[in-house]
């Protein structure tokens, strides 16, 4: 049965998104904890998950150590990712042994799994990024669409199976390099006025969503969806989801929020049900 968003999705982003700007310790029987790693373009995303799918501690680190799904600086991750870990743990006073991970469709898996490996971590979990968001809300007739930094990742869902699955190299890097050119400013600035100065510059970045939304057109031909669900950190722009719904009228253009917290979500979502299947 497919999940309800407003009951169970929402509240969980938002705890994610608490959890980012309390990171300490609450008392409390929470069962067995689960770890997922979102290695993305723009931001590497630890989250910790309780039995009940609840955000119990988040890390996250803007970074440049992925591109277009490759992990470009190995050790630069690598690094990263276990100062997130040792963070978490000191936290939560537990030590982990497995993560969930995933990686853009139709990249190699180990990419990402060989950067939690080197930490010591095992796999508990990898799938591709929106068709872990597709099995965490268990949806029935629809489409993801994940919004990276370097690229755009599209799954198609029929009878709750993800038949279809893909990923295009435009994402928020694209953007914020419009930005930069617009600007006259360096790629850094570009990035942090694009995430503070979004509804002012939309008008300058639209021609790149309108690109996205074409992209996942192509791959939506022939295939009969209800909905289409919008994750990644670059949906947080004003105008991404209102150019989404005119570009589709046919569907319900959903974008939960705050949505760079949906795909490390779902990841962590897969570690744990990994675990429970155990």
């Known amino acids: 049965m497919q999940r309800d968003l407003e009951h169970w999705l929402f509240p ?22 689960t770890l997922g790693i979102d290695l993305g ?39 990263l ?9 000191q936290q939560l006073g537990v030590r982990f042994t497995r993560a969930a991970t995933s990686f853009p469709p139709g990249t190699e ?22 068709s872990a968001v597709a099995r965490m809300l268990r949806l029935e007739r629809a489409a993801v669409v994940d919004i990276g930094g370097g690229t ?6 029929h009878d709750g199976e993800v038949i279809h699955s893909a990923d295009e190299p435009t994402g928020g890097d694209h953007v914020s390099l419009v930005l930069a050119g617009h600007l006259g400013v360096p790629l850094e600035e570009a990035e942090r006025r694009k995430r503070e100065e979004g509804a002012a510059l939309w008008p300058l970045v639209r021609p790149v969503f309108e690109k996205m939304a074409d992209i996942v057109r192509e791959h939506l031909q022939g295939q009969a969806v209800d909905e289409i669900y919008l994750s990644g950190g670059s949906c947080s722009l004003p105008g991404v989801q209102p150019l989404f719904a005119a ?14 917290f949906t795909t490390p979500l779902a990841i962590a979502a897969c570690g ?7």
């Open 12 to 33: 969980r982003l938002e705890r994610a998104a608490y959890c980012l700007a309390h990171p300490v310790a609450e008392p409390g029987d929470r069962g067995p904890l």
């Open 41 to 79: 373009t723009s931001d590497v995303v630890s989250m910790v998950l309780d039995a009940q799918a609840l955000p119990v501690a988040v890390r996250l680190d803007w970074a440049d150590v992925v591109r277009d799904g490759v992990v470009w600086d190995f050790f630069g991750a690598v690094n």
């Open 247 to 260: 570009a589709f009228p046919a569907q319900r253009v959903i974008l939960p929020a705050p949505p760079l």
């Open 109 to 130: 898996p180990r990419i990402s799994t060989h950067v939690l490996e080197a930490v010591g971590l095992e796999i508990a979990c990898v799938i591709d990024e929106p």
């Open 272 to 278: 744990l049900q990994a675990l429970e299947e155990r």
């Open 152 to 157: 755009t990742g599209v799954a198609v869902v």
């Open 81 to 89: 990712v276990r100062a997130q870990l040792d963070s978490l743990e």
